[in-house]
C-alpha cells in the first residue's frame, strides 16, 4: 500500500489567514521626519500606524540605532539623543479601499496579521517553549553565555558593579566604561540581567523611589525581573526604571529605581 508523508498537526490552519490578507490587502506607504539632539534627549510622536523606522540620512553627530536614535512601537515614539540628527523614512501600512471601507480593510489586514502570528506560535510552541526570551535585546552574548557588554547611559558611562566587588548585596553604580567584567552584562531566560554568577536585584524587593540596585544570588525573584521600553529598563517588580540617584549622571552615583519619566538618567544604550 501506499503511504503518504505524514502533514504537521498545525498546518492546514495556516491557509485560513492567508485568504484573509488576499481579501483585504495593506499597502506600505512612506513619509520622512527629520530630528536632532541638541546633545539631549529629543522624540517626536509616531502615527498608530507606523511599523518601522529607519534612518536615510545622518545629518549631524554620531547617530547608531539603539544607542544615540531608535523608536518605540509600544509607546509611539521616535527618539534621538548625544548629538545625533538625521532624516529618518517612517513606514506606515493602511489597508486599501476608501472611506470606512479603508478603515475596516486595515482592522481585517491586522487581525489576519495576528492570526498569522499566533497559528505560527501555537504550531511551534513545543519546539520553542524552551528558548524564550524576554521581550528585549541581549545585551552581549546573552542567555547566561560569553562575555556579556556593556550598559551605557550618557554615551561614556557603563552600568558597574562598585569596587568590582562581586559579593551579594554590593551595589551597582554608573562609571567610566573600561571594559571590565564588572561591566559585562548578560540576559538570562527570566529576564535576569547577569554579572558573573550574580544577577541585579532591587534590594530587599522595595518598591518604592529610590530603592537600590544591587548584587544578588540569582533565585528568579520578581525583583531580579527585568525588560526593556524604549530604552529604559524597567523593573518587573514595581513597574520602575533603572536610574541613578538624583539624576545625577556622573561617575560613581549609585544606580536605583525611580519612577519612570524618560529623563536622560533613564536613557540606556547597550
Not at 17 to 40: C, E, K, Y
Not at 200 to 229: F, H, I, K, Y
Request: charged share 20%.
Amino acid at each position: 500500500m501506499k503511504t503518504h508523508p505524514t502533514r504537521p498537526r498545525h498546518a492546514w490552519l495556516l491557509c485560513v489567514p492567508l485568504m484573509l490578507i488576499q481579501t483585504h490587502a495593506a499597502q506600505a506607504q512612506d513619509q520622512f521626519v527629520d530630528l536632532r539632539s541638541n546633545g539631549g534627549y529629543t522624540s517626536a510622536r509616531l502615527a498608530d500606524d507606523v511599523t518601522q523606522v529607519d534612518l536615510a540620512e545622518q545629518t549631524q553627530g554620531a547617530c547608531r540605532f539603539n544607542r544615540t536614535w531608535g523608536y518605540d512601537l509600544t509607546n509611539r515614539e521616535l527618539w534621538t539623543n548625544g548629538g545625533c540628527g538625521g532624516r529618518f523614512k517612517i513606514t506606515r501600512t493602511y489597508a486599501q479601499g476608501n472611506g470606512n471601507n479603508s478603515s475596516n480593510n486595515a482592522g481585517a489586514a491586522v487581525a489576519a496579521v495576528a492570526a498569522i502570528a499566533g497559528i505560527a506560535l501555537l504550531a511551534n510552541h513545543n519546539k520553542h517553549d524552551n528558548d524564550r526570551r524576554p521581550d528585549y535585546p541581549d545585551y552581549g552574548n546573552g542567555g547566561g553565555g560569553g562575555r556579556g557588554g556593556e550598559i551605557r547611559v550618557n554615551g561614556n558611562l557603563c552600568l558597574d558593579v562598585s569596587k568590582g566587588n562581586f559579593r551579594p548585596g554590593n551595589p551597582l553604580q554608573v562609571f567610566a566604561c573600561n571594559g571590565t567584567d564588572s561591566q559585562r552584562f548578560r540576559v538570562g531566560r527570566g529576564g535576569e540581567i547577569r554579572v558573573r554568577d550574580f544577577c541585579l536585584d532591587v534590594e530587599r524587593g522595595d518598591p518604592r523611589d529610590g530603592a537600590r540596585v544591587v548584587l544578588w544570588s540569582c533565585s528568579g525573584a520578581p525583583s531580579q525581573n527585568w525588560a526593556t521600553r524604549g530604552g529604559q529598563i524597567v523593573s518587573q517588580l514595581s513597574g520602575k526604571c533603572l536610574d541613578v540617584v538624583d539624576g545625577q549622571i556622573r561617575q560613581g552615583q549609585p544606580a536605583m529605581v525611580w519612577q519612570c519619566n524618560r529623563s536622560p538618567s533613564q536613557r540606556w544604550w547597550w
